[in-house]
């Protein structure tokens, strides 16, 4: 088959394929006498585990790893395989960690919001410019305390001028 049918077949892109068959996760194919590239049931087989790591965030590191060992019986090579699986769930799990915190500062920013723009300011633009020149915010200090109005602002506004203009250039 071609390599547009094995893009096709597997879902790879074509540039991916060439760039697999570069580093060597995808032995080169053979070539046709007109200089096409030929693949094989071995090749779509090989793609599609290639792909089902990378689905799994796998490095391409760890696919070579894995790859090599499909056909070994060695147990410290099976081990490492192991290993590599769990090593996966560990950057998953510190991931979800990470998201978790990401979601509850996002909540925390969201709640400041009133939704009533035609009498107050926008709360979540003042908590984003507030965090931009330095102060606490909302959603940092949801990770660690309840909010509390930060000292510098009153009732009133902020202490000083929300300016997105103000904002953009700083942080250029």
């Keep these: 088959m071609r390599i547009g049918e094995l893009s096709r077949a597997t879902g790879v892109d074509i540039d991916t394929i060439r760039f697999y068959e570069k580093s060597g996760l995808l032995p080169p194919p053979a070539r046709s006498d007109n200089g096409y ?8 087989e090989r793609l599609a585990f290639i792909r089902h790591c990378r689905a799994l965030d796998m490095s391409l590191a760890d696919v070579s790893v894995l ?4 056909q070994s019986r060695d147990p410290a090579e099976l081990a490492q395989v192991d290993g590599l699986v769990a090593a996966q769930l560990g950057k998953v799990r510190a991931r979800l960690k990470s998201m978790q915190a990401l979601e509850a ?3 925390a920013l969201q709640n400041r919001c009133d939704a009533d723009h ?7 633009l003042e908590e984003l410019v ?3 020149h330095g102060e606490a915010c909302a959603c940092h200090a949801a990770s ?6 930060h000292p510098q602002r009153s009732a009133a506004g902020p202490a000083h001028p929300l300016r997105t203009a103000d904002v953009t250039d700083s942080l250029d």
């Design 105 to 107: 500062q996002l909540v």
């Design 37 to 44: 590239r030929d693949y094989s049931h071995n090749h779509l």
């Design 67 to 70: 790859l090599s060992s499909l």
């Design 118 to 124: 035609n009498t107050h300011p926008c709360r979540v």
């Design 130 to 132: 507030a965090a931009a």
């Design 144 to 149: 660690q305390e309840p909010h509390h109005e």
